[in-house]
T-cell receptor, first 116, second 111 residues
Framework: NAGVTQTPKFQVLKTGQSMTLQCAQD?????MSWYRQDPGMGLRLIHY???????DQGEVPNGYNVSRSTTEDFPLRLLSAAPSQTSVYFC???????????????FGPGTRLTVL | RKEVEQDPGPFNVPEGATVAFNCTYS??????FFWYRQDCRKEPKLLMS???SGNEDGRFTAQLNRASQYISLLIRDSKLSDSATYLC????????????FGTGTSLTVIP
Protein backbone atom coordinates (compact mmCIF):
# COMPACT_ATOMS: atom_id res chain seq x y z
CA ASN A 1 0.00 0.00 0.00
CA ALA A 2 1.91 3.03 -1.30
CA GLY A 3 -0.66 5.64 -0.21
CA VAL A 4 -0.43 8.82 -2.29
CA THR A 5 2.44 9.08 -4.76
CA GLN A 6 3.55 12.13 -6.73
CA THR A 7 5.98 12.59 -9.57
CA PRO A 8 8.27 14.31 -10.20
CA LYS A 9 9.74 15.37 -6.85
CA PHE A 10 11.49 18.37 -8.37
CA GLN A 11 10.97 20.27 -11.63
CA VAL A 12 12.39 23.39 -13.22
CA LEU A 13 10.46 24.98 -16.08
CA LYS A 14 10.90 28.01 -18.25
CA THR A 15 8.14 30.56 -18.56
CA GLY A 16 5.58 29.41 -21.09
CA GLN A 17 6.35 25.71 -20.89
CA SER A 18 3.63 23.25 -20.02
CA MET A 19 3.86 20.14 -17.91
CA THR A 20 1.80 17.62 -15.97
CA LEU A 21 2.27 16.76 -12.32
CA GLN A 22 1.25 13.19 -11.64
CA CYS A 23 -0.67 11.97 -8.59
CA ALA A 24 -1.89 8.47 -7.81
CA GLN A 25 -3.47 6.80 -4.78
CA ASP A 26 -4.16 3.15 -4.02
CA UNK A 27 -6.60 3.57 -1.13
CA UNK A 28 -9.75 3.66 -3.30
CA UNK A 29 -10.48 7.19 -2.11
CA UNK A 30 -13.21 9.03 -3.97
CA UNK A 31 -11.92 12.49 -3.12
CA MET A 32 -8.66 13.84 -4.51
CA SER A 33 -7.29 17.33 -4.48
CA TRP A 34 -4.34 19.51 -5.42
CA TYR A 35 -2.87 22.22 -3.22
CA ARG A 36 -0.06 24.67 -3.56
CA GLN A 37 1.92 25.83 -0.58
CA ASP A 38 3.70 29.17 -0.56
CA PRO A 39 5.54 30.84 2.32
CA GLY A 40 3.13 32.74 4.57
CA MET A 41 0.11 31.60 2.55
CA GLY A 42 -0.48 28.12 3.85
CA LEU A 43 -2.00 25.43 1.68
CA ARG A 44 -4.42 26.66 -0.96
CA LEU A 45 -6.77 24.40 -2.86
CA ILE A 46 -6.32 24.45 -6.65
CA HIS A 47 -8.75 21.80 -7.93
CA TYR A 48 -10.50 18.82 -6.46
CA UNK A 49 -12.47 15.79 -7.58
CA UNK A 50 -15.13 13.74 -5.82
CA UNK A 51 -14.92 10.84 -8.24
CA UNK A 52 -13.95 9.73 -11.72
CA UNK A 53 -15.24 12.19 -14.30
CA UNK A 54 -16.06 14.90 -11.73
CA UNK A 55 -13.79 17.85 -11.01
CA ASP A 56 -14.29 21.30 -9.55
CA GLN A 57 -12.31 24.45 -8.91
CA GLY A 58 -10.83 25.38 -5.60
CA GLU A 59 -9.52 28.68 -4.34
CA VAL A 60 -6.74 29.27 -6.90
CA PRO A 61 -7.57 27.39 -10.15
CA ASN A 62 -6.29 29.83 -12.77
CA GLY A 63 -3.48 28.48 -14.92
CA TYR A 64 -4.17 24.85 -14.01
CA ASN A 65 -6.26 22.06 -15.50
CA VAL A 66 -7.23 18.69 -14.07
CA SER A 67 -9.03 15.58 -15.18
CA ARG A 68 -10.07 12.39 -13.38
CA SER A 69 -10.46 9.47 -15.74
CA THR A 70 -9.86 6.83 -13.04
CA THR A 71 -10.34 6.65 -9.27
CA GLU A 72 -6.60 6.25 -8.78
CA ASP A 73 -5.13 9.10 -10.84
CA PHE A 74 -5.54 12.85 -10.68
CA PRO A 75 -2.98 14.71 -12.82
CA LEU A 76 -2.50 18.48 -12.63
CA ARG A 77 -1.58 20.29 -15.83
CA LEU A 78 0.16 23.63 -15.99
CA LEU A 79 -0.89 25.12 -19.30
CA SER A 80 1.73 27.87 -19.69
CA ALA A 81 4.02 28.11 -16.70
CA ALA A 82 4.60 31.47 -15.04
CA PRO A 83 7.04 32.46 -12.29
CA SER A 84 4.05 32.99 -9.98
CA GLN A 85 3.46 29.24 -10.16
CA THR A 86 6.75 28.54 -8.42
CA SER A 87 5.59 26.63 -5.37
CA VAL A 88 5.38 23.28 -3.65
CA TYR A 89 2.45 21.23 -4.92
CA PHE A 90 0.75 18.59 -2.81
CA CYS A 91 -1.78 16.05 -3.91
CA UNK A 92 -4.14 14.60 -1.30
CA UNK A 93 -6.89 12.04 -1.13
CA UNK A 94 -9.62 11.00 1.27
CA UNK A 95 -12.96 9.29 1.49
CA UNK A 96 -16.00 11.27 0.53
CA UNK A 97 -19.66 11.12 1.43
CA UNK A 98 -20.75 9.80 4.80
CA UNK A 99 -17.25 8.70 5.74
CA UNK A 100 -15.86 12.15 5.14
CA UNK A 101 -16.76 13.55 8.51
CA UNK A 102 -14.64 11.01 10.36
CA UNK A 103 -11.73 10.69 7.98
CA UNK A 104 -9.10 13.05 6.84
CA UNK A 105 -6.79 13.62 3.94
CA UNK A 106 -3.60 11.78 3.12
CA PHE A 107 -0.92 13.73 1.34
CA GLY A 108 1.68 12.83 -1.22
CA PRO A 109 5.32 13.88 -0.67
CA GLY A 110 5.00 16.97 -2.86
CA THR A 111 6.50 18.35 -6.05
CA ARG A 112 8.82 21.33 -5.81
CA LEU A 113 8.36 23.41 -8.94
CA THR A 114 10.48 26.36 -10.01
CA VAL A 115 9.49 28.47 -13.01
CA LEU A 116 12.23 30.68 -14.39
CA ARG B 1 -11.39 37.18 5.39
CA LYS B 2 -9.51 33.90 5.62
CA GLU B 3 -11.49 30.78 6.39
CA VAL B 4 -8.98 29.70 9.02
CA GLU B 5 -6.66 31.94 11.00
CA GLN B 6 -3.75 30.93 13.18
CA ASP B 7 -1.05 32.75 15.07
CA PRO B 8 2.05 31.99 12.96
CA GLY B 9 4.40 32.17 15.93
CA PRO B 10 7.16 31.22 16.10
CA PHE B 11 6.87 29.60 19.49
CA ASN B 12 10.22 28.75 21.07
CA VAL B 13 9.77 26.74 24.25
CA PRO B 14 12.09 24.69 26.49
CA GLU B 15 11.81 20.95 26.73
CA GLY B 16 9.13 19.94 29.19
CA ALA B 17 7.08 23.09 28.71
CA THR B 18 3.38 23.23 27.96
CA VAL B 19 2.39 25.17 24.87
CA ALA B 20 -1.00 26.02 23.39
CA PHE B 21 -1.96 26.94 19.85
CA ASN B 22 -5.18 28.62 18.85
CA CYS B 23 -7.12 28.75 15.65
CA THR B 24 -10.34 30.47 14.58
CA TYR B 25 -12.56 29.64 11.64
CA SER B 26 -15.06 31.87 9.91
CA UNK B 27 -17.58 29.50 8.33
CA UNK B 28 -20.26 28.31 10.74
CA UNK B 29 -20.99 25.41 8.36
CA UNK B 30 -17.62 23.88 9.24
CA UNK B 31 -18.21 20.35 10.47
CA UNK B 32 -14.89 18.55 10.76
CA PHE B 33 -11.76 19.83 12.40
CA PHE B 34 -8.22 18.58 12.46
CA TRP B 35 -4.71 19.41 13.56
CA TYR B 36 -1.94 18.44 11.18
CA ARG B 37 1.79 18.46 11.72
CA GLN B 38 4.21 19.45 8.98
CA ASP B 39 7.94 18.94 9.23
CA CYS B 40 10.27 21.10 7.17
CA ARG B 41 9.83 20.45 3.45
CA LYS B 42 7.62 17.43 4.08
CA GLU B 43 3.96 16.73 3.49
CA PRO B 44 1.38 17.51 6.19
CA LYS B 45 0.37 14.55 8.33
CA LEU B 46 -2.65 14.18 10.55
CA LEU B 47 -1.88 14.75 14.21
CA MET B 48 -5.40 14.40 15.52
CA SER B 49 -9.03 15.06 14.74
CA UNK B 50 -10.90 17.49 16.98
CA UNK B 51 -14.20 16.36 18.43
CA UNK B 52 -16.93 18.50 19.95
CA SER B 53 -16.34 17.10 23.42
CA GLY B 54 -12.59 17.63 23.21
CA ASN B 55 -10.14 14.80 22.92
CA GLU B 56 -6.75 13.76 24.12
CA ASP B 57 -4.00 11.67 22.60
CA GLY B 58 -1.10 11.21 24.97
CA ARG B 59 0.50 14.60 25.53
CA PHE B 60 -1.80 16.30 23.03
CA THR B 61 -5.23 17.72 23.83
CA ALA B 62 -7.56 19.31 21.29
CA GLN B 63 -10.59 21.44 22.08
CA LEU B 64 -13.40 22.80 19.93
CA ASN B 65 -15.67 25.70 20.81
CA ARG B 66 -18.38 25.92 18.15
CA ALA B 67 -20.02 28.99 19.68
CA SER B 68 -16.80 30.99 19.39
CA GLN B 69 -15.62 29.12 16.24
CA TYR B 70 -12.35 28.37 17.94
CA ILE B 71 -10.04 25.35 18.03
CA SER B 72 -7.07 24.79 20.28
CA LEU B 73 -4.19 22.36 20.62
CA LEU B 74 -2.33 21.86 23.89
CA ILE B 75 1.01 20.08 24.00
CA ARG B 76 2.24 19.03 27.43
CA ASP B 77 5.79 18.03 28.36
CA SER B 78 7.20 19.23 25.03
CA LYS B 79 9.83 17.06 23.38
CA LEU B 80 12.52 18.09 20.91
CA SER B 81 10.72 15.92 18.36
CA ASP B 82 7.62 18.12 18.65
CA SER B 83 9.44 20.87 16.72
CA ALA B 84 7.38 21.36 13.56
CA THR B 85 4.67 23.52 12.06
CA TYR B 86 1.14 22.79 13.27
CA LEU B 87 -1.71 23.36 10.84
CA CYS B 88 -5.31 23.90 11.80
CA UNK B 89 -7.73 22.44 9.23
CA UNK B 90 -11.49 22.64 8.83
CA UNK B 91 -13.81 20.82 6.47
CA UNK B 92 -16.86 22.74 5.35
CA UNK B 93 -20.20 20.98 5.47
CA UNK B 94 -21.10 17.52 6.70
CA UNK B 95 -20.13 15.92 3.41
CA UNK B 96 -17.91 18.83 2.56
CA UNK B 97 -15.36 18.39 -0.14
CA UNK B 98 -13.21 21.38 0.64
CA UNK B 99 -10.63 21.49 3.37
CA UNK B 100 -9.30 24.85 4.49
CA PHE B 101 -5.89 25.16 6.07
CA GLY B 102 -4.51 27.76 8.40
CA THR B 103 -1.06 29.12 7.58
CA GLY B 104 0.42 27.13 10.44
CA THR B 105 2.09 27.81 13.75
CA SER B 106 5.80 27.16 14.02
CA LEU B 107 7.07 25.44 17.17
CA THR B 108 10.69 24.96 18.17
CA VAL B 109 11.42 23.03 21.34
CA ILE B 110 14.78 24.01 22.80
CA PRO B 111 17.00 21.65 24.84
Amino acid sequence: NAGVTQTPKFQVLKTGQSMTLQCAQDMNHEYMSWYRQDPGMGLRLIHYSVGAGITDQGEVPNGYNVSRSTTEDFPLRLLSAAPSQTSVYFCASSYSGYRASTDTQYFGPGTRLTVL
Amino acid sequence: RKEVEQDPGPFNVPEGATVAFNCTYSNSASQSFFWYRQDCRKEPKLLMSVYSSGNEDGRFTAQLNRASQYISLLIRDSKLSDSATYLCVVRIGFYGNQFYFGTGTSLTVIP
